[in-house]
């Protein structure tokens, strides 16, 4: 499916809010993956069907998790990260997209994990960072997102999500501290890219 066609199977799904978002991220991701040398058009099929399931009925999400037999350790935590791997599914059943990169990009763009490939860090920044995006600390990121590496990026943002979550007392997905792991163990070199 071209751009108009996924934006336009996606706007009922969502307020106009998170539409609006939807494209702010598509667009940022759109501009990233150039600026780091990666695929646009993955990066933007990816952002466009990234919270394309944010307001699915919970009990429906609860139910696929547990029918396709996704990682369980996800019922344990706030619904609010169902939404990407059941995205993932949802971008795979209904979207048929059979590109793992995407389907990893939409599953993880809330958490991160270990060994993410350059598409998935993509799609988590641009969620980040878009224009749309109102939160202390955000015109720093997106300052950085013109002068430092995707990898120093990324470690930038998933400092910021991490350190935003215990401020709040809020319990942290284990993939996202494995993730902020990897990247500085990749950093130091101890582990490779």
Known sequence: MERDELLAAIKDRMPEKRYIHTIGVTDTAIKLAKQFGEDPKKAEVAAILHDSCKYADRNWMKQIIIEQQMDPTLLQYH???????????????????????????????????????????????????????????????????????????????????????????QPIFPDSFECYNDLLLQKKGQVKE
């Open 79 to 169: 619904h609010e990260l169902w939404h990407g791997p059941v995205g993932a599914y949802i971008a795979k059943t209904k979207f048929n997209v059979t590109d793992e990169d995407v389907l990893n990009a939409i599953r993880f763009h809330t958490t991160g994990r270990i060994g993410q490939s350059n598409l998935e860090k993509i799609v988590y920044i641009a969620d980040m960072i878009e224009p749309n995006r109102k939160f202390p600390g955000v015109d720093d990121l997106r300052k950085a997102s013109e002068e430092l590496t995707l990898h120093d990026l990324m470690i930038k943002c998933i400092t910021h999500s991490i350190s935003f979550l215990i401020n709040k007392y």
